[in-house]
Nanobody, 117 residues
Framework: QVQLVESGGGLVQPGGSLSLSCAASESISGYYVMGWYRQAPGKQRDMVAT???????NYASAVKGRATISKDNAKNTVYLQMNSLKPEDTAVYYCKARRVRNGLESWGQGTQVTVSP
């Protein structure tokens, strides 16, 4: 089962930007659908963005136009760039890998993002 490690969270001012990284323990090229999800206190975990094994991105409406998901297959790493951050973007951000072949899912441990003055 692939292991995922997120990094890059922290405190950001409203209107600022952040870049999150998710390093996978094995090759993700062509094998996994990768995604970023977030969970705010007291709320369910929601999809932020996904990228297919064929590099097709998909975004939640709440972040469309402000987020960019990308991956570097050579580094087995997925990135999430978010701009124009809002306080409502505050959440723990999780990376997920879903194996195309059998649907098996793996989650990272999460990284906190706080948007506050």
């Amino acid at each position: 089962q692939v292991q995922l490690v997120e990094s890059g969270g922290g405190l950001v001012q409203p209107g600022g930007s952040l870049s999150l990284s998710c390093a996978a323990s094995e090759s993700i090229s062509g094998y996994y659908v990768m995604g970023w999800y977030r969970q705010a206190p007291g709320k369910q975990r929601d999809m932020v963005a996904t990228i297919s094994s064929g590099n097709r991105p998909n975004y939640a409406s709440a972040v469309k136009g402000r987020a960019t998901i990308s991956k570097d297959n050579a580094k087995n790493t997925v990135y999430l760039q978010m701009n124009s951050l809002k306080p409502e973007d505050t959440a723990v951000y999780y990376c997920k890998a879903r194996r195309v072949r059998n649907g098996l899912e793996s989650w990272g441990q999460g990284t906190q993002v706080t948007v506050s003055p």
